[in-house]
Structures are given as C-alpha cells and as structure tokens.
C-alpha cells in the first residue's frame, strides 16, 4: 500500500516583523557558531544580545 503525500508550499511574508525577527535571530546564530581566533577574543568581552532580538522572549 502506498502513502499519499502531498507536497505544500510555504509563503514567507518578507514585510512581515516575525520575518525580520526570525532573519535576526538566524544571523546571530550563525556569528555565535563560527569559531573566533584568540586575538578577536581578547578584544571581545562576553556580553548579552541585543535588547531587540529578545524582545519576544522575555
């Protein structure tokens, strides 16, 4: 027996806020995976993401 798949497709609206947010929040985590050298380290203090990224978090 054979399953019926249906294939969707999904529209973003790119003028949407929660595109935006979703965009920022892809960007960031894309700067947090990439491994820095130890020079960028010592001029880079640990520090907390923006106020505008988390604002639909907190």
């Known amino acids: 027996m054979k399953k019926k798949s249906?294939?969707?497709?999904?529209?973003?609206?790119?003028?949407?806020?929660?595109?935006?947010?979703?965009?920022?929040?892809?960007?960031?985590a894309v700067r947090l995976d990439r491994l820095p050298d130890a020079d960028e380290v010592k001029r880079n203090p640990l520090r907390s993401a923006p106020a505008g990224l988390t604002e639909m978090i907190f």
Do not use: A, H, P
Request: proline share 0%; hydrophobic share 40%.
């Open 6 to 28: 249906k294939n969707r497709i999904v529209k973003i609206n790119v003028k949407g806020d929660q595109w935006k947010i979703q965009q920022l929040f892809g960007e960031l």
